[in-house]
């Protein structure tokens, strides 16, 4: 049975040769030449990242490029996703959008100035501060239930 196994691997081997002119080691060496050139042209010509991407430039090339093949193209990976989520965030619809705190803060300003103007329920126990840092708070009064 083991003759039979090495028969039918060494006529794969035949094969993927003939048919690929090359060897597996070939193409491992051919991935890793298109790899490295790519990291090159990444290097070359970097991409504007948001600032709370890691700089393209923090890891020397050589560094870069004595990784594994499989790390290589793991971090071409990383860095085309974070060029496009920065490209995202860059965009002149993101503009004007605001932040999460800015939102949380419009919100709760917003919402403090409904109960100041409302004279009509009791807001009695709501009072509503703004601090120096704009952020606003709702308190209740102790014992009252939410």
Known sequence: MHNLIQLYKSLWDDRNYFVHDH??????????????????????SPSKLHSRFQKI??????????????????????????????ESLFAPENAKQLTLHQTMVKIQKNHCDQHKYSHDMNFSSLSCFVTSDSTSYNTLNEGEAV
């Open 23 to 44: 060897s597996c080691q070939d193409s491992k060496w051919k991935l890793c030449e298109r790899v490295i050139s790519i990291i090159e042209s990444i290097y070359k």
């Open 57 to 86: 430039h923090s890891i020397p090339l050589a560094t870069q490029i004595s990784r594994s093949t499989n790390s290589m193209q793991q971090w071409i990976a990383k860095i085309t996703h974070q060029s496009k989520v920065s």
